[in-house]
């Protein structure tokens, strides 16, 4: 079976071996006689597939013991709210504005904190990173918030700061929807990590919360018991029912994550090596291309470029709806750019194999010859 | 294919036909080259689907254009918080505690509004509900909150309040949870009907909300933008990304209540009356077998009993282990009474066939007969 390929920025393209074993397992998972869907949480069933699916990506990601890991519900955007009623102390908190997610964090967060802006890019129209040494740290924040991967700008951290050669003492939290599972992170530098699952883990409706434990017990009292990140962990994130189908399918991506091989210059990798040296190449397939094109062109900086989310415009905008049309018909789904950007958008999250990427190639240049 | 009888209280069993379709549908809906989970939520092709699966609930239990649908996330348990964030204006509201459930939403709900305990039941043990005339209400009360069926205790309201008969100008809201979609909503007497998704809709990790439009536009500031139901309703669920998986889940249930048919001593009925008039049925059967078994017992009054959830014991509490494990022997699921309670609990949703409860009653006579 030929299937299109989805460049859509999320939900997201998935595996095709995770949707064919979730297809053969959907009415009865390993004997026991039920789908997945259909199991209790608190069944022993249901907690081998939740237990697997934990221990899978803390091996994937190197998850210290000093963090925990949470499956909650609501995605990033509510996580905006429920990050600071977990970790503010209604005090101060810093945010460094990098893009459309970082800004729409910022502003939720301003419910229940004196936030502050310590950098933003916004003078460069979201297309460069403000450097660390130039953020205006305060002294008393909570934490720090950056995003490292702008979905709809494209820019994506290749380094996570070290706050504390910053001089601050606060900790660092990432929204790592978008990139999350296509490279390491450094947990030293990390206090809270959270994302949605829609572009690299699975199915939306889950949200991943990877926490520092000292970091827990400290929400507001207006915090809903099923997004107190202290009751989530004691109770295994079983507090109130979790979206059990979408944390098993999470648990069919990280499988299949770690089974993945790339050979690469230094040699065969595999797993989360496997999916940085992907993103390297098929991102890197995608820039080389645009930039020597003379046809289309990528605004952001390029050591500050994204592997996963790569935003292009062609220098005649009147081309845009032939060339999305012409690529629906060669089977490229789901090009067209975030309604506040414009032009076009290529994610290409891991499920995105390199033919997909090389298909996108050869019609871009295609359509460059017939039209340029 | 046989698959043994789930008994579940949720995550329940879902119809056959409905995770055939979902398998089948897994890779490619409709044509489109995408998994229903690929699928961006801003595309045509998921709008359509959610489109359809609302109005299909909206037809299916006659839901008046007074009335919003909303698709959230967080189940029941964080909607005991998101509720009070929406509606009590952080003032007086009333609770009737009839179980479990109806308590945990009383004592969230004290975060964010002066709780006032209209009515319990807790001196019978959960074990008959408060009659209506006998609640004390307030005067300004935001609204009056009742769970309608209590999923662990097995007590159901068989006909809502009506709350301006007795006095009171509050809404009424009834957390359904865990008997959607069995019966009819009488909703002019009610202004907020929600309910997890996992026990008559679909996956857990999708809430539905069913509020009437006059109430939205009242939340707290401190209501996350992701749970404010005036937000939500403006952007048709899609201000986050909706849990799209668990929302086309839901449709195909829809879809699935509408073609069932039965016929009752009334003549044939289709869609939620099918439903009902099988509720009815199933849960009668269980209930006279345990009545007149000797053996079991219920402790429910028989005006109150839940057509979904029937908690029953055994008079010798020893043999449970041996019912338990014979059952399961037999093809006869998650039986086991929630820990709370004790005993056995037979969940008896709209996805389980009237051969199912058969099989359950043909059992636990032949268990009795064994060991009487």
New interface residues.
């Given amino acids: ?1 030929t ?2 390929f ?1 460049f ?7 595996p ?1 071996e995770v ?2 074993q ?3 397992e ?3 998972w390993h004997g026991s ?3 997945v ?5 608190r ?1 022993k069933e249901f907690i081998s597939i939740a237990q697997q699916a934990e221990a899978d990506l803390r091996a994937l990601l190197a998850v210290p013991t000093s963090h925990k890991i949470l499956f909650m ?6 996580e ?3 990050l600071p ?1 977990n970790l503010s102390r209604a005090g101060r908190t810093d945010y460094v504005i990098t893009g459309s997610w970082s800004q729409k964090s910022a502003k ?1 967060a301003r ?2 904190s004196d936030v502050h802006i310590a950098a933003s890019n916004e003078a460069d129209r979201h297309t460069r990173l403000p450097a660390p040494g130039s953020w205006q740290l305060s002294d008393d924040a909570s934490y720090v918030h950056v995003c490292s991967n702008e979905t709809i700008h494209g820019v994506e951290m290749h380094e996570l700061p070290d706050l504390a050669a910053l001089g601050s003492r606060a900790p660092l939290v990432i929204d790592c929807s978008s990139h999350i599972l296509s490279r390491g992170i450094d947990w030293s530098r990390v206090g809270v990590a959270y994302g ?1 699952a ?1 572009k690299n883990i ?5 949200t991943l919360i990877i926490v520092r434990e000292d970091l827990l017990g400290h929400a507001l ?2 915090t ?4 107190d990140y202290r009751i989530v962990a004691d109770n295994e994130s079983m ?8 944390w098993y ?1 999470a648990g069919l991506v990280f499988q299949w994550i770690q089974r993945q091989t790339e050979v690469t210059p230094a040699g065969p990798v595999s797993g989360l090596a496997a999916m940085e040296a992907r993103a390297i190449a098929k991102s890197s397939l995608v820039y080389d291309f645009v930039d020597g094109s003379g046809f289309y062109f990528n605004q952001v900086a390029r050591d500050c470029r994204s592997r996963m989310n790569i935003p292009f415009f062609l220098h005649d905008e009147s081309l845009n709806d032939a060339f999305l049309s012409g690529a629906k018909a060669a ?1 490229l ?2 090009l067209k750019g975030h309604k506040s950007v414009g032009g076009m958008r290529a994610s290409i999250y891991n499920a995105m194999p390199m033919a997909g990427v090389q298909a996108l190639v050869d019609y871009m240049k295609h359509f460059a010859t017939t039209h340029g």
């Fill in positions: 079976m299937r299109p989805n859509s920025a999320g939900p997201a393209a998935l095709e949707l064919q979730a297809a053969s959907m009415l009865d006689g039920m789908g869907m259909e199991m209790s949480h069944g519900q609501g995605g990033a955007l509510a905006n709210a429920i009623m939720e419910k229940y949605g829609q699975g199915p939306s409706g889950l009292p207006i809903p018991s099923a997004f507090y109130n029912t979790p979206p059990t189908y979408a399918i089977g789904l789901q």
